[in-house]
Each structure stands twice: as structure tokens, then as C-alpha cells.
């Protein structure tokens, strides 16, 4: 392979994908569909559904896939939004210092080992130089350590509120580094290879564990309550009780609808789609469906 062309195709590929995480299509870049089911399918895994019919077209999968980072977003308070900022100008600011780092690298002589525990000014003078001389020497360690932070953040994120903040810090830093330099994978040294093989990896986790995340921990839709002919459903032929039918998605052609039914004992719970056809429907207001399945009445025994 010609020199430099080896670079130049990993440069390429990482900038595709930098774009696509930046853009407003990001969700595209391992198909929105595939994004939105897993999201939904997370959902409803997390609140004990099953799907009882499948939709007909999957473009409801590619709207939740796009609302995902935007709609977590909306739920930030500016105070974190702020921190997170502050955070990810650090994280590119360590990104981009590093071939001058790696200059100072070649001049910065290992200063004397600091006393275990510093007493007088001297001693913390030591122990700062000592910790400067350890982020210089162990550059790549020092990058890996900290993505190992990051995405370790975004999996661990307690909170419901800044989910997509987390999942931003942890792969646009990665995608940013893979992207500025690809070859380390070719002329770098040991730990410069193990440090971008491991940020691509953590940058690929975070990517599949979005869906999965946002799915369980966030993602709560609302949609328009409908009053739709009971026929339509598969609810009757699976003789399970029927709750209200919901518009999941409207076309041109026809709106692709759903259902939540239930079995008679009301623990087991399922999500129907079918299409509602061209007619109008009364709309009675709008629900998350949370929130229909958590005023679930268990029918009565009693004929």
C-alpha cells in the first residue's frame, strides 16, 4: 500500500463519521431505523411489553431515533449544560496539545521521585513536577484513561435528566481524536496504537449502547388518544382486553396506529399496530403511555 494512503482512508472514514455524529443526522449512522426500534424495543422491555403486531413501515423507528439526543437535550438544566461545556473544552484542549505534548516529551527529564507525603513547599513543588513529568511521559495512558472516564460516565449516568450530555462527551472527544490522528495506528508507537484501538472501541460501546440507554432510562412518548373501530386491532383475536388506540405516525397515505391490550389478568401487557386508513379519527387529547399502562384497572372477575 502506497505510503500515507493507509491514513488517508481511516482520515476519511473518521471524518464521515464525525459529521454524521455532529449533523443534524447523526442518528443515521448505523440506520435511524435500527436506532429507533432498539430504542423502542428498550422501552418496552424495561415497563414488561411485548409487540403483538409489528408496524408496516418502520419510519416511526427513524422519528424516535431522530428525537433522541434533541428530546434529551430539552430536559437539561443550563447549570449542567454549562459543566458539560466547561468539561469538553478541557477534553479539547488535552486533544489538541497533544503533538506539542509530544515535543516536550523528548526535552521534559524525570525530576526527582517527591516524599510520599509533602510537608514544606518544596515537597509539593516536587510532587507537581513529578505528576507534570508522568501526564507528559504517559501521554496516550493519560487519553485512554480519560475516555475510560468519560464513557464509563455516560453508562453510569444516574440521573434521567442529561443523558445525551454524557453520551455528546463521550463520543464527539473520541470521534474528534480517532479523527485528527489516524496514524497512530500506523507509525505510532505501543501505547499510542493501544490508546486509539481502545477510544475506537469505547467510541463504538457508546454508540450501540445509546438506544439501549436513552430507551430505558429517558425515553417516555406521548401520542395522540384516538377513536378508532375496534376491528381494526388484533387485540379481539388474541382475546386480549383492549385500552385506548393511540396515532403513531401519519403519512400521505394513511396513519400507522396502535394499541395497548392487556391480558385478563393484567399482568401481561402488549403493544398492537395496525393502520388506520384514510378516515377521520375524533382525537380525545394526548398521553404518554407510561402513563396508560400505570392506570391500568385490572377487569373484575365477576361476570
Known sequence: MPEGLFEKIVAG??????TLILGSGGYQLFDGRWYGETIFRAYLQSRTLDILTAPTT??????FAAQSV???????????????????????AHIISKPNIEKLADTFQRPALPRAIPLSRADRRAAVRFTQWIYVEYQPLVTLMLFMILTGLFFAWPF???????????????????????SDLSKGEFLDRFAYVGILAMLVVSLFGWPQLYGTAVFDPDFPIVSAPGAQDHCDEARLFKGPSFVAYESADAATMFRVCFDRTGERKYVDFFSGGKEQMSRLGRAKL????????????TP
Open 160 to 182: 434521567r435528566s442529561g443523558l445525551a450530555l454524557a453520551f455528546l462527551i463521550a463520543v464527539i472527544p473520541a470521534a474528534l481524536y480517532l479523527l485528527l490522528y489516524p
Open 70 to 92: 434533541p428530546g434529551s437535550l430539552r430536559d437539561a438544566s443550563g447549570l449542567l449544560i454549562l459543566l458539560f461545556l466547561l468539561v469538553g473544552l478541557i477534553v479539547l
Open 13 to 18: 472514514a473518521l471524518r464521515a463519521v464525525t
Open 290 to 301: 407510561s402513563e396508560v399502562i400505570a392506570t391500568f384497572v385490572k377487569p373484575s372477575d
Open 58 to 63: 418502520t419510519d416511526l423507528y427513524g422519528l
